[in-house]
């Protein structure tokens, strides 16, 4: 048997094999069990013994706190044990961030879906922020489904998972939101600050689970942040819930103050106009 050592919290390690055109990780090779872990303040070793004939090329796994590839061949670890010490070891030879396909363990099934599902929009986003000159961290959705799915513990993959889909939407139905404001005779004066028929709209996006977006309109700008939302609730028009949520084989539903709800998909033109004219509705209200 070799024993196998990963470490878990700050500065984590994971180690992972080849097996055919998958990477596994350690604890779903056969006839690997765990056998002990050790507390080391905010990390923990977690100690595996791994039949020797199941040994393969690999990979090493490093978060800190986005993974980082390191590749390891068998010949060079048959007969020894792959302790942190060897994870350490100038012998690692760092590998670019792949889009490796991790062995599923079940659970990361359907929100895998959906992230693939609406990982295409990054492109559009990209194009929007680059027109609309907005001030938005675009995700990176190959570098984003590694990070989800090279974490060995299938909750944590389910997790990352649904939390970079939720953004990665947000971002999408926001750039739309800006549009039908600008559609409207709305100029953009910064990023997420319009101006029209002499008041003020402001966009907070706070991309969480709950409301996502929320817009305000105002007779001069309030330089309103989440913290101090709640003072300005007589100015705000819209609150807007992007939860991604499969709807059969149909899209993703987008809530308005939990009433109006849309189905938005880059190619539902017809529901995009629908949204955008409510968004403009509601914004009417307040010129």
Same mark, same amino acid.
């Given at each position: ?19 055919g055109n998958e990477v596994v990780h350690v604890s779903q090779i056969g ?84 992230? *693939? ?5 990054? &492109? #559009? /986003?990209? @194009? ?9 961290? %675009? =995700? ?18 389910? *997790? ?5 889909? &939720? #953004? /990665?939407? @947000? ?9 039908? %404001? =600008? ?24 991309p969480n689970p709950g409301i996502d977006i929320h817009v305000l309109v ?5 330089? %309103? ?63």
């Amino acid at each position: 048997m070799i024993t196998v050592e990963e470490i878990y919290g700050e500065d984590s390690w994971f180690t992972y094999f080849v097996r055919g055109n998958e990477v596994v990780h350690v604890s779903q090779i056969g006839g690997a069990r765990k056998v002990g872990s050790i507390s080391l303040g905010n990390r923990s070793v977690v100690i595996w013994e791994v039949p020797e004939n199941e040994i393969t090329n690999g990979y090493y796994v490093n978060y800190n706190p986005k993974p980082r590839l390191f590749r390891f061949t068998r010949p060079n670890i048959l007969g020894r044990d792959l302790t942190f010490d060897l994870m350490l070891s100038k012998t690692l030879t760092p590998s670019p961030l792949l889009q490796l396909r991790p062995r599923l363990f079940g659970i990361e099934r359907m929100p895998l879906f959906t992230f *693939r599902r609406i990982a295409p929009l990054e &492109e #559009e /986003i990209k @194009s929007s922020v680059q027109k609309l000159r907005l001030r938005l961290p %675009i =995700i990176n959705t190959v570098e984003a489904e590694v990070d989800a799915m090279l974490r060995p513990i299938p909750q944590e993959r389910v *997790r990352v998972l649904n939390s970079y889909s &939720e #953004e /990665i939407y @947000s971002q999408w139905v926001l750039t739309k939101v800006i549009e039908a %404001i =600008i559609e409207m005779g709305g100029k953009l004066i910064d990023s997420f600050v319009l101006s029209i028929d002499s008041k003020i709209v402001e966009i907070l996006y706070h991309p969480n689970p709950g409301i996502d977006i929320h817009v305000l309109v105002s007779d001069k700008r309030e330089y %309103i942040n989440i913290n101090n939302i709640q003072n300005y609730k007589n100015k705000e028009v819209l609150q807007i819930d992007t939860g991604v949520r499969t709807v059969g084989k149909v899209g993703i539903t987008v809530s308005f103050e939990g009433n109006a709800q849309f189905v938005l998909t880059p190619r539902n033109l017809e529901e995009i106009k629908k949204f955008k004219e409510e968004v403009r509705n509601e914004i009417r209200k307040k010129l």
